[in-house]
């Protein structure tokens, strides 16, 4: 149970930084969790909510700064949500990722430890974020429509005009969104914008949870056009996205070292940073050293992100993925990159897969990349695939340290080698990467 409390100041000395971005103190005996306060700073602060094991509360002001402290480069930071880092450093903000992956290794995964850490892999700090869900919220108060990420710690949309973190031409678009949906007559029938950017297009899809009079779509129409952008509205599920008036261009990205194009829709999961994903899938293909006669499986496989680069190789590969329709796409992708010795399998990788045929061939090497939940279900068909090598990699490190640790201790792996990529930078989102092999 947790309570508000009163907002008196007091001074705490910030030891550490919590997964979600806030400094650590310890004080009256609890864990006190300070927004806004970095390692290595005295602060003083007040507690805004109490519970029986910690306190939460926020900075009122520096007393000593940390040296990793920076100014943050958004006028939004500190109110909207999208990001928690900003006021620290870039390079701190790696060694603070591969702080809590170290952790979670030997936490979580039975204190297994790399042989090596492997050197962090970042890119361009503004500018990379290529998918984004955006809330939309008319504010009677205000009189106008916001859109927005929700503000820190709270399910309020944070009333900003831009965003430096959006990849362009959608980092200029928050505002105009935001206008788009205050002049339509369901303005308040419109909980959320999906933004996906391509590299060679950019499209909407707006949630409408009514259908859109003449007049709504004729300022639909205009928006498309002013800003060089593609509409769609989508009125139930997934299966409800619709292009406004069937107008569209596949949005595609590249991985140039490997000459490939893909093809996606608005709504697809892809890696939402596209430098990151570029060296991502180098240094997955790097560790995994797949040969020209080796048969590799890709679980997790999507729309083929890594499948197509390892089948580059001349490796034979086979893709699983739960999702019917990336696994149709991913098949297009192969066709239309002329990839062959690949094939793909629809399955539930959450489930049972140990009497499925393509679960009971042999491997050389296994790749995976799992949702957040991780992959410990298709662990055993991994471990009796007599896979020489895995890669693994996380959007989670717990889930990860979890994984590898069972692979260590209970199938006779050896963690070689582990690090962490910048995927969201200014986030405390962790993607990382591990290579386990055994003889």
Wanted: net charge neutral.
């Amino acid at each position: 149970m947790s309570r508000r409390t009163e907002r008196v100041p007091e001074r705490v000395e910030i030891v550490d930084l919590t997964h979600d971005g806030r400094g650590v103190a310890k004080t009256q005996g609890k864990t006190f969790f300070v927004d806004g306060a970095l390692p290595g700073e005295t602060v003083d602060a007040v507690r805004v909510r109490r519970k029986r094991n910690y306190d939460e509360g926020r900075v009122i002001s520096l007393v000593v700064s940390a040296a990793d402290r920076v100014k943050p480069m958004c006028p939004h930071f500190g109110v909207c949500g999208g990001c928690s880092l900003q006021h620290l450093a870039g390079e701190a903000q790696l060694r603070a990722k591969q702080k809590t992956l170290q952790e979670n290794l030997r936490r979580i995964g039975n204190n297994v430890e790399p042989i090596r850490f492997l050197e962090p892999i970042s890119g361009p700090p503004t500018g990379y974020r290529r998918r984004a869900r955006l809330g939309v919220r008319f504010v009677k108060g205000k009189g106008r429509v916001l859109a927005g990420f929700r503000e820190r710690f709270s399910s309020f949309v944070a009333d900003i005009e831009s965003c430096p973190v959006l990849a362009g031409p959608a980092d200029a678009l928050v505002k105009p969104i935001a206008e788009l949906i205050g002049a339509l007559s369901l303005r308040q029938r419109v909980p959320q914008v999906e933004i996906s950017v391509g590299d060679n297009r950019t499209a909407l899809v707006f949630r409408v949870l009514d259908d859109p009079t003449d007049a709504d779509l004729d300022e639909f129409r205009r928006f498309r056009e002013q800003h060089d952008v593609d509409v769609y509205l989508q009125r139930g599920g997934l299966d409800t996205v619709e292009a406004l008036d069937g107008l569209s261009t596949p949005l595609e990205y590249t991985l140039p070292g490997f000459e490939l194009t893909f093809r996606f829709l608005p709504t697809d999961f892809i890696q939402v940073n596209a430098d990151i994903n570029r060296q991502m899938v180098s240094k997955a293909i790097e560790l995994l050293s797949p040969g020209s006669d080796d048969n590799v499986l890709d679980l997790f496989c999507g729309l083929g992100n890594f499948t197509l680069p390892i089948a580059r190789s001349g490796a034979v590969v086979v893709g699983i993925e739960g999702d019917e329709t990336l696994v149709e796409r991913a098949r297009k992708n192969a066709a239309g990159n002329a990839v062959g010795g690949v094939e793909f399998h629809v399955a539930n990788l959450f489930a049972d897969c140990e009497d499925l045929e393509w679960a009971n061939r042999k491997y050389d090497a296994v790749l995976l990349d799992p949702p957040r939940a991780g992959a410990r279900e298709i662990l055993p068909v991994i471990a009796r695939s007599e896979a020489r090598r895995v890669v693994y990699v996380s959007c989670n490190p717990g889930t990860l340290a979890r994984d590898v640790g069972i692979l260590v201790d209970q199938y006779g792996f050896q963690l070689e080698g582990a690090g962490v990529m910048d995927m969201f930078p200014h986030t405390a989102h962790i993607e990382s990467i591990a290579l386990l092999t055994r003889h």
